[in-house]
């Protein structure tokens, strides 16, 4: 097991976010180097540019290029 994958609980500080990669096995992520200061973020997603179901092996095509609300 990765300790990344077994750490918590964890207080995210004020004005900081915590964030997660989309591959949890990979991903160097919050787990890995902490926190994002909010003046540290430059953009926001907005866009599914690509989504893949697991359980069926095959992309889900009504997902891929949906608005993230």
Do not use: C, E
Not at 22 to 45: E, P
């Amino acid at each position: 097991m990765n300790p990344r994958d077994t750490f918590g609980p964890i207080t995210v500080p004020a004005d900081s976010y915590f964030v997660m990669g989309d591959n949890r096995d990979r991903s160097y992520d919050s787990r890995f180097w902490k926190f994002v200061r909010r003046d540290q973020i430059k953009g926001l997603a907005f866009i599914k540019y690509w989504s893949w179901d697991h359980d069926t092996l095959r992309p889900r095509f009504g997902n891929i290029g949906r608005l993230i609300n």
